[in-house]
């Protein structure tokens, strides 16, 4: 049992570094929406759509990366998904048109992310049982400390050598990293000499039949129609209000603390209080969130705003894997979790580019930022629903 468990915190720190290079470097998008904006004359809808089209890819390939990883191993997924991410990265740099943006980012970020994170995910689940909700969350806090750590980070690059020099060099960066470290992945304790748990659970199809998935399903749609809405607009709406360009970025990056306070902290807690009440839990709390972001205009206040939804935020991505796997085993557990996430992915492709839309009709995010916390209202009363008996 000790070499087991050993193994399977390296495959958690892969993982990690996996959900850090991914998303990290996805989350910068929005330090770099002033100068796309600027130099291809390009309204704020349309910019915000390159995001868009990523997220919607990356959550969206799951449904296919998942059976993949099941049959052929996350590891080879996950390190093709990196070098995808920094081939993007790289070929946006050097992109003459917006449209040749939506392509390289949106294409290259999109199917990196989508090629790694389910795979990464569902074979973490693979190594832990009672301790999952811990190992989950640890595992997905890469996403926290990449929004904290790259948003600045990028800033800085683009400062120092333009925006197009810097998505060259987070694009050699995340090839580097990301393939290096995924490496480590390993599907499961079998899969190194040692004793596994047999696999147990509902199959794919029937997964997706039961009522359980259905109403997990439509929480997980609603909610994120506004869920990335302030991974794009925040930045456009601080420096809107005021705020220079390097506090917009540190305010993202106080999304990545809260975030990563959220997954390393509420993922144990998820463990103890119960993984569906503390799910129905995370939405309310993204939506008082939000609702809190529609009053907040100076750097203190937004703040606030991003250190509360970075934590709920991050508890719900920490705690959506370990539901699934137990409502529904680990038997094909990254198909289930692949499928369950293209939900996310509708709502990501139209959330923040309704948004953007939202505001160059009107002049003012307070609508988009009130729908949003009012979609994870609705997602907080579907959650509700899923542990009761029909």
């Not at 038997?331 to 505001?359: H, N």
Request: net charge positive; glycine share 14%; aromatic share 12%.
């Amino acid at each position: 049992m000790g070499p087991r468990v050993c193994y399977g915190w390296v495959v958690v720190a892969a993982a990690f570094a996996v959900c850090f290079v991914g998303f990290g470097c996805a989350y910068t998008f929005s330090a770099f929406v002033p100068a796309l904006q600027r130099d291809f004359e390009a309204s704020r809808g349309s910019v915000s759509l390159v995001f868009s089209l990523a997220g919607f890819l990356y959550f969206s390939l799951g449904v296919v990366s998942g059976p993949l990883a099941d049959r052929w191993g996350a590891r080879r997924l996950a390190m093709l998904g990196m070098l995808l991410v920094g081939g993007g990265l790289a070929l946006a740099g050097v992109a003459h048109s917006l449209h040749a943006v939506y392509a390289a980012y949106g294409l290259g970020v999109g199917l990196g992310i989508g090629c790694a994170y389910v795979p990464a995910l569902g074979a973490v689940q693979r190594w832990f049982t009672k301790r999952r909700g811990v190992a989950s969350g640890l595992a997905v806090s890469g996403i926290g400390v990449g929004t904290l750590v790259m948003p600045p980070l990028a800033t800085a690059l683009i400062d120092a050598l333009g925006w197009r020099s810097a998505y060259l060099a987070l694009g050699c960066g995340a090839a580097v990293v990301g393939i290096g470290m995924a490496w480590f992945i390993a599907d499961d304790p079998a899969g190194k000499g040692m004793g596994a748990d047999v696999p147990s659970g509902m199959p794919l199809r029937e997964a997706v039949r039961s009522r359980q998935f259905a109403l997990l399903y439509a929480a997980c749609l609603v909610c994120s129609f506004g869920v990335f809405v302030p991974f794009v607009h925040l930045v456009p709406y601080a420096l809107d209000h005021g705020i220079g360009q390097k506090n917009a970025a540190y305010l993202l990056g106080t999304i990545g603390i809260g975030s990563t306070l959220g997954r390393f902290f509420l993922g144990g807690l998820a463990d103890k209080v119960g993984r569906l009440a503390f799910l129905l839990a995370m939405f309310a709390g993204m939506a008082v969130a939000l609702a809190v972001w529609a009053a907040s205009t100076g750097f203190v206040a937004l703040a606030g705003f991003a250190l509360l939804f970075g934590l709920f935020y991050g508890g719900w991505v920490a705690v959506m894997p370990p539901v699934v796997t137990d409502l529904f085993g680990n038997r094909q557990v990254g198909s289930i979790i692949g499928v369950l996430y293209t939900s996310v992915a509708v709502g990501t492709l139209l959330g923040p580019a309704a948004a953007g839309y939202m505001f160059d009709a009107s002049r003012s995010y307070t609508l988009p930022i009130l729908a949003s916390a009012a979609v994870n209202v609705a997602a907080a009363g579907i959650a509700a629903l899923v542990g009761k008996r029909p």
